[in-house]
């Protein structure tokens, strides 16, 4: 059954330069215990997409339309009350930052209790046991000191499970996490994934994991949806995707991936890069968003936009050629 | 933590002597005879060969300093040339005016502008900001001594709410206190106002960018909770920096505030005394607004710690 159903997201700002339109027409879903990953390079609108669903975007001067349905209520049309009650209780997030993302001069117990006093109504007594306890969980050692620490004093990978603690606190039905793994070394980032995935079938939780690490999507999702200029370009479940990309902007992405161990058994190419820039948001786009950076484009599609079509088992993808870049790849 | 203020307090002590003597050299860096200075115009060549003598004015410089130090520390701050009082007695006798002054413009002041400072910050570029700011302009750009003729005309003079001037112990009830303090601590107030509320909202600015913000807003904190616990316990320093440089503000302001409102305190004592060229007692006064204001300095570094966690000594 599906927790969370975006419809037509459009989440547009405007700037000086004319409106941005960040996201443009996304819809998607996220079944209840599933992971979702979304993909893309830096400024596709995937950030935004996940600020959207918190309507953490300032508006203005961002704007968000289309509607964001959550277990049954559409999260745009509740008041900022009904709002505030949802963030960090049914839904909670995990930034990118975590050196930045703990407010430096309150303790790491009392940015955990926070959440549970105020959507969980417990005493300070009860919210600090509890605490202590999220600390445990997500494995930090000597949680009854480090429950009267700050941020300063812990290192980045332990922040960052300070974080998931506190998004986890309250037990959310959906977990954003942006980029949870990027500012973290190597071997600390499979740690993380892995308490995120642990604490997941705990709690039941399902995830929306915005990155642009194709290894930790490989990893931990269970479906993937590709993100270009603001707009879905793909769809599919992981293994699916990785076997059988059909989009030409998803077999860039996954082409410009290093293989480990390649050059040992001389297999060693070329990195493949995706040419050009993104397109310019705020300026309106006629016919493949991806047609200015595509191999296969051609006339039609620099003037119709191609649709989202079914183009295997739960497959979509938004490309005239579709089939043909599947052959292509 | 108790050591660090220890060592700052000894650190304090060589500050404290260079002030002394320069305190001290007042009398010498003043035009002309201090002995023909102190008795005035029409004293004789005998009387300033008395005074001279009396204060031990005949022997060297640094003798004479050092006994000034020695009586100081012994608690004697000499005694006043025209009231022949000790200098002690008679700044504790001013002391209350105007530590009552300078307590309740400071209170006035915390209570007024940071949160004004914190609203313009949540709601800058709006109306209400650009309103708030407008008044810090005009608080600032208006002496002292104007807006208290201007609150003493409009609210004691017309209006009759409030006394128009004088000071009533505290030991005569709270209201009667209060009620004398309200004008003076809003005219002596304004320009401070003014310069907490401008560095609050500019600090507050650049905090509510910070990702540690968002990471509240996620967690669905209310907008109070936000702002004066998150973020202004992050724009504490700066703000806190100048409440503190504030003070030094507050005693220059004093002195004209209570002319104004015919406050007997400190101000209207230091004025007197440098009229009379009562050289003891601007002495003392001068010493002791140095020394408030090393203590004030030493009190700032110790509420650092308070609010800022990665601060330590």
Same mark, same amino acid.
């Given at each position: 059954?599906?927790?969370?159903? #975006?419809?037509?997201?459009?989440? /547009?700002?405007?700037?000086?330069? &004319? ?5 443009? &027409? ?14 893309? $390079? ?29 277990? &049954? ?34 303790? #790491? ?9 105020? /959507? ?91 990155? /642009?690490?194709?290894?930790? #999507? ?42 480990? &161990? ?47 079509? $079914? ?19 | 933590?108790?050591? =660090? ?143 208290? =003729? ?16 004088? =000071? ?23 320009? =401070? ?121």
């Amino acid at each position: 059954m599906a927790l969370l159903e #975006v419809e037509n997201l459009q989440t /547009h700002f405007r700037t000086p330069g &004319g409106i941005n339109r960040a996201v443009d &027409g996304v819809s998607f879903h996220v079944n209840e215990g599933e992971t979702l990953a979304i993909v893309g $390079e830096s400024g596709c609108g995937k950030s935004v997409t996940s600020m959207s669903l918190m309507r953490l975007i300032p508006e203005p001067p961002g704007r968000i339309a289309g509607s964001i349905r959550f277990a &049954g209520r559409d999260l745009l049309k509740l008041s900022d009350r009904e709002m505030r009650a949802i963030r960090g209780n049914d839904i909670s997030m995990i930034f990118q930052e975590p050196m930045t993302s703990l407010n430096p001069v309150l303790t #790491v117990g009392r940015q955990i209790r926070e959440t549970l006093m105020i /959507h969980q109504g417990l005493d300070k007594q009860a919210a600090e046991a509890h605490a202590v306890e999220m600390l445990t969980l997500v494995g930090i050692p000597e949680p009854k000191r480090r429950v009267g620490e700050y941020p300063h004093q812990l290192s980045g990978g332990m922040r960052q499970r300070v974080m998931i603690a506190v998004a986890l606190a309250c037990n959310p039905k959906l977990l954003i996490a942006d980029e949870p793994t990027t500012a973290l070394d190597v071997t600390i980032q499979a740690q993380i994934l892995k308490l995120m995935l642990d604490l997941k079938r705990r709690v039941g939780a399902a995830i929306i994991l915005i990155t /642009h690490d194709l290894g930790v #999507v490989a990893e931990i999702a269970e479906r993937v949806m590709v993100m270009y200029a603001g707009r879905k370009v793909e769809e599919a479940p992981v293994a699916e995707l990785f076997r059988s990309p059909r989009h030409p902007y998803t077999q860039g992405l996954l082409g410009a991936v290093p293989k480990l &161990g390649s050059s040992l058994a001389g297999t060693a190419t070329r990195l493949a890069e995706i040419p050009g820039q993104v397109p310019d948001l705020r300026k309106p786009i006629t016919g493949c968003v991806f047609a200015g950076r595509c191999a296969l484009a051609t006339d039609l599609c620099r003037q119709y936009a191609p649709g989202l079509e $079914e183009k295997g088992p739960r497959h979509i993808a938004a490309c005239h050629y579709a089939a043909k870049g599947a052959i292509a790849a | 933590m108790l050591s =660090y203020i220890l060592r700052r307090i000894v650190a304090t002590l060589p500050v404290m002597a260079i002030v002394a003597l320069f305190v001290f050299s007042l009398l010498y860096i003043a035009p002309g005879d201090p002995a023909v200075v102190i008795a005035g115009d029409q004293a004789s060549p005998e009387d300033v060969e008395r005074i001279r003598q009396s204060l031990g004015l005949d022997r060297p410089f640094l003798v004479q300093f050092g006994g000034w130090v020695w009586r100081i520390l012994h608690g004697d701050l000499g005694t006043s040339i025209f009231t022949n009082l000790p200098v002690s007695a008679m700044i504790g006798q001013r002391l209350g005016p105007t530590l009552s002054l300078m307590i309740v413009t400071l209170l006035l002041t915390i209570v007024v502008a940071v949160p004004l400072g914190v609203v313009a910050a949540w709601k800058a570029g709006s109306l209400i900001d650009r309103v708030i700011m407008g008044f810090a302009v005009f608080g600032f750009s208006l002496p002292v001594f104007v807006v208290g =003729y201007m609150l003493a005309y409009i609210f004691a003079l017309e209006l009759e709410w409030l006394p128009v001037q004088g =000071y009533t112990p505290l030991a005569q009830g709270f209201w009667p206190w209060l009620e004398n303090l309200i004008l003076p601590a809003i005219a002596l107030g304004c320009v =401070y106002i003014a310069l907490v509320a401008r560095i609050t909202r500019a600090a507050m600015l650049e905090v509510l960018q910070q990702d540690y913000i968002r990471t509240a807003k996620a967690k669905g904190l209310g907008q109070g909770g936000i702002l004066f616990i998150h973020a202004l316990k992050n724009a504490a320093v700066p703000i806190v920096t100048v409440i503190g440089i504030g003070i030094a503000l507050l005693i220059g302001g004093a002195v004209v505030t209570e002319s104004v409102f015919a406050i007997p305190g400190l101000g209207r004592l230091t004025i007197d005394a440098i009229l009379r060229r009562d050289y003891p007692v601007i002495q003392g006064i001068v010493l002791l607004f140095s020394f408030v204001y090393v203590l004030v300095n030493l009190m700032i570094d110790v509420v650092y710690t308070l609010v800022d966690p990665r601060i330590r000594y």
